[in-house]
């Protein structure tokens, strides 16, 4: 029976059995070429969230705001999803543009573009938040998406980066977003998940529903947000 490491949002660790598990198919918005720089034998960062179903999702994706730049945007959500806050580039960045046909209330057709930004980031290169992202509670632009693959060869050393940044309180975020914990989830399964997760939906634990009722651990208003790394070059494709 398959079992993967989670941290929940009041920074215990614990063992989730896959069978229990429920899977968003909003994943299927990553771009396949992405999984080409996830080395082998890699654990993928995926979310779940605290409402029924109870889903989880591979990989982090959030929304700009208005007048932010895509790039601090990944860095910010990455924050307020998992905790972590970069400190290097990530692996790799590709701009992609969705163009989506539409009708207006009129009944005309239009095209909606909605612009994305994905990258993959080596947790290696993350550090334990010390806090939050941001106090601000700004506008979003629907129009811009970002997302992020989070790997580690070492899950380990990721369990005990979660485990920190809860402490310091960097999971206070997590509520904001109705997510309770962090998965750890080999590559192989997530990246079947993404894709094709099963049209069954499993029941959830009783000690999963006993964590959720109990509510995150720590929560701090203190900003950690004082380092944003650079960007270099990123290729950009429509379709």
């Not at 992020?148 to 050393?157: C, D, K, M, S, V």
């Not at 977003?177 to 099963?198: C, G, R, T, W």
Request: glycine share 6%; hydrophobic share 30%; with cysteine.
């Amino acid at each position: 029976m398959t079992e993967l490491t989670a941290v929940t949002f009041r920074g215990e660790s614990r063992q989730v059995k896959l069978k229990e598990l429920n899977w968003t198919s909003y994943s299927k918005n990553i771009p396949i070429q992405l999984w080409n720089f996830i080395p082998k034998d890699s654990y993928i960062i995926c979310p779940r969230y605290s409402k029924p179903p109870y889903d989880v999702q591979v990989g982090i994706t959030g929304t700009a705001w208005k007048g932010e730049p895509h790039k601090k945007a990944i860095s910010r959500e990455i924050q307020e999803e998992c905790g972590l806050v970069m400190t290097r580039n990530p692996r790799q960045i590709l701009e992609l543009e969705h163009r989506l046909s539409k009708k207006n209330r009129a009944g005309n057709n239009y095209t909606y573009i909605k612009n994305w930004l994905w990258c993959v980031v080596g947790t290696r290169f993350c550090r334990p938040a010390k806090g939050i992202a941001s106090k601000k509670k700004e506008i979003d632009n629907k129009k811009c998406k970002i997302g992020a693959l989070l790997y580690e060869t070492n899950p380990g050393a990721l369990v005990k980066k979660l485990v920190t940044s809860s402490k310091n309180g960097g999971f206070s975020q997590l509520v904001d977003d109705n997510l309770f914990e962090i998965l750890l989830v080999p590559s192989q399964i997530a990246y079947k998940m993404a894709y094709n997760p099963p049209k069954s939906r499993n029941v959830v634990s009783k000690e999963t529903l006993e964590i959720i009722a109990r509510g995150p651990l720590n929560s701090t208003t203190t900003v950690d947000n004082k380092r944003w790394p650079t960007y270099s070059k990123s290729k950009r494709k429509k379709f």
